[in-house]
Nanobody
Framework: QVQLVESGGGLVQAGGSLRLSCAAS????????VGWFRQAPGKEREFVAV????????YYADSVKDRFTISRDNAKNTVLLQMNSLKPEDTAVYYC????????????????WGQGTQVTVSS
């Protein structure tokens, strides 16, 4: 059984940085799309970034491009999301998701989800 566990959320001032981590157990990332999504109160869950594990290709939402970086740690079977220059509008619960298939930005296409980690950016 696959489990994804996020960590690294917290409270930060605008302009600050946080690094989120998504660790998988039960199955090794291989030909896997691992994505980060976020959901703010009263809003739908939205795509943030995704990495295709085997090739390392990455894709970003326009709202986070040039500020966020998604990467992988092969040895730890973990995906990281480095978030810089944070803005109050980045405040949300951030979720890690995985699918052992091609990259997609559609949340409903992902099979496995973590429990989420809260990111709060104060102005």
């Amino acid at each position: 059984q696959v489990q994804l566990v996020e960590s690294g959320g917290g409270l930060v001032q605008a302009g600050g940085s946080l690094r989120l981590s998504c660790a998988a157990s039960g199955r090794t990332f291989s030909s896997t799309a691992v994505g980060w999504f976020r959901q703010a109160p009263g809003k739908e869950r939205e795509f943030v970034a995704v990495i295709f594990w085997s090739g390392g290709n990455t894709y970003y939402a326009d709202s986070v491009k040039d500020r966020f970086t998604i990467s992988r740690d092969n040895a730890k079977n973990t995906v990281l999301l480095q978030m810089n220059s944070l803005k109050p509008e980045d405040t949300a619960v951030y979720y890690c998701a995985a699918r052992w298939s091609l990259v997609t930005m559609t949340p409903t296409a992902y099979d496995y989800w973590g429990q989420g980690t809260q990111v709060t950016v104060s102005s």
